[in-house]
């Protein structure tokens, strides 16, 4: 059984950064690929970036050269390094692998 959990959100001043964990548990973790997910509040869950196993990225526009996702395969983590964040990045933020879903993390900034 597969458990993802998030954390490293926060509150923080437009323009800062964050860097969001999610550790894995239950599979094997080198193998999949890993994304990041956010939801804000009367929104609809948005896709946000994207990790394979090989380490190749993909990233939604709305977050492209200001987020970076990478991972740890040793650790079984992987992370969403967010800088210049902006009020619109508001959301939790939730990581998956295939059907399973992280509890999810919040971030707000402060505009």
């Known amino acids: 059984q597969v458990q993802l959990v998030e954390s490293g959100g926060g509150l923080v001043q437009a323009g800062g950064s964050l860097r969001l964990s999610c550790a894995a548990s239950g599979s094997i973790f080198s193998l999949k690929s890993m994304e990041w997910y956010r939801q804000a509040p009367g929104k609809q869950r948005e896709w946000v970036a994207t990790i394979n196993s090989g380490g190749n990225t993909n990233y939604a526009d709305s977050v492209w050269g200001r987020f970076t996702i990478s991972r740890d395969n040793a650790k079984n983590t992987v992370y969403l390094q967010m800088n210049n964040l902006k009020p619109d990045d508001t959301a939790v933020y939730y990581c998956?692998?295939?059907?399973?879903w992280g509890q999810g993390t919040q971030v707000t900034v402060s505009s």
């Open positions: 998956k692998s295939l059907l399973h």
